[in-house]
């Protein structure tokens, strides 16, 4: 028998035992599930493709289209595993829910959802992170869960008294599938400060937030409708019969899975990256982008552009979040598919980036004097109160399709190049390594050089890259069904990446030069921009 043919019986027989995990992430555009083996490769996916919606001044995602994503994307994964291995997928030892991180989902003592979902996306929590930033002495951004409940408090919206519970997307899937209130210590640090010696919320931080006048007039206390906490490996629950029906509609999946601690994006984008160790470092890029950076020692003082969070399994992290990223670029692209289709060519998405950004490399270093501010949302980095795409060029600038392509990279990576800046210059993190993954590394080689010149440092992709979280995930399911002794960081390094297949590419003099120049344009246009946002509506 080829050896084709016996790792087909071998993975015919893992599922017909059962020995496969699964992994769903609810990402900004996609959702994913991605089943693998207990050697941790990916033997079938399915996806569902959606797009955030701006609604009454906020943007949000319907939930019951949360539960037509996951549906679709489970029947599409079950279906594969079929048509592959000609088996019907029953059963599942351990399942992990990971989701974009951040956000508001409120729900009162019956289980009724309050208010629509308020995604990470929104900057409307201004005044409420201000205060609790100054009353923690820690940074709260406006995307955390506990800015938004403050900031309702704050509005007097009058929902507030009715909270009994808040939690964040992936918590409340993993909620529905097992019946825990329960999230990943990961995704918790998004939720409200953790304490990293104890693991749970910083009980000083609580204390100070339940003695403020507008909380002492409600009747709850802020850690009772927070959600419980447990690190990465341990089990949260198992799949009811309800969460096996609503998971797959078919009624073929059988309750009982091992539930790992649902996890936010960032932490299985660490996961996939094998980046929880100190002193190793990964950035994701995708509609949103965001560095992580496992620090050894505490930075020096708050940062408001900085975010405290925690790895997996409870290790305190520096976090540059940027709202803004590859949106403007698959904006552009599907303009350039338009015009494609106008003759007649049918250019295949994979076909059409790695088209455009090959042209970037045609480009002059500094792009040609053009600019681009590839903000579909707010930026709260740069300052930027709400959505202002924006590609300038003045009469002297080189305007060519290459330029232009450079301009869309570089713009992608500025927000973040301009957090990073905080870290390396001012408190001098620096890692051993850095990772990226996400969509854009699909192009070898073109998004790497350019996050490298943007950063000045080298950046390193692995053959995994375009797993992505829901893998990441699947393999923290993995990790909780196991139930070792052994650390994530060891795990991930003995088992899950033990020979790693990967390419560093360093910083070339002449990118960094033409990235400065670009960055100081970019810079330049900022207070001309704020300023006008103010003054202009939509």
Known sequence: MEVSDMNLVETTQAIDAGKVSLGIELGSTRIKAVLVTDDFNTIASGSYVWENQFENGIWTYPLDQVWTGIQ???????????????????????????????????????????????????????????????????????????????????NGEEHVPNVDFITSLDGYVHWKLSGEKVLGVGDASGVFPIDEQTGSYDKTMLAKFDGLDKIKALPWNVEDVLPAILPAGKVAGTLTAEGAKLLDVSGNLEAGSVMAPPEGDAGTGMVGTNSVRKRTGNISVGTSAFSMNVLDKPLSKVHRDIDIVMTPDGSPVAMVHVNNCSSDINAWASVFKEFADRLGVDLKPDRLYETLFLESTKADANAGGLVNYSYQSGENITKIQAGRPLFVRTPNSKFSLPNFMLTQLYAAFAPLQIGMDILINEEHVHTDVMIAQGGLFRTPVIGQQVLANALDIPITVMSTAGEGGPWGMAVLAIYAKQNSTESLEDFLDKEVFANPESMTLSPEPAGVAGYREFIQKYQAGLPVEAAAGDAITD
């Open 72 to 154: 679709q994307s489970y029947k599409q994964m079950a279906a594969d595993v079929q048509s592959k291995y000609h088996s019907t997928l029953k059963h599942i030892s351990a399942i992990g829910i990971s989701a974009m991180m951040h956000g508001y989902l409120p729900f009162d003592k019956n289980d009724q959802l309050l208010v629509p979902f308020r995604t990470w996306r929104n900057n409307i929590t201004g005044q409420a992170a201000d205060e609790l930033t100054d009353l923690f002495d820690f940074n709260i951004p406006q995307r955390w869960s506990i800015a938004h409940l403050y900031q309702a408090v704050l």
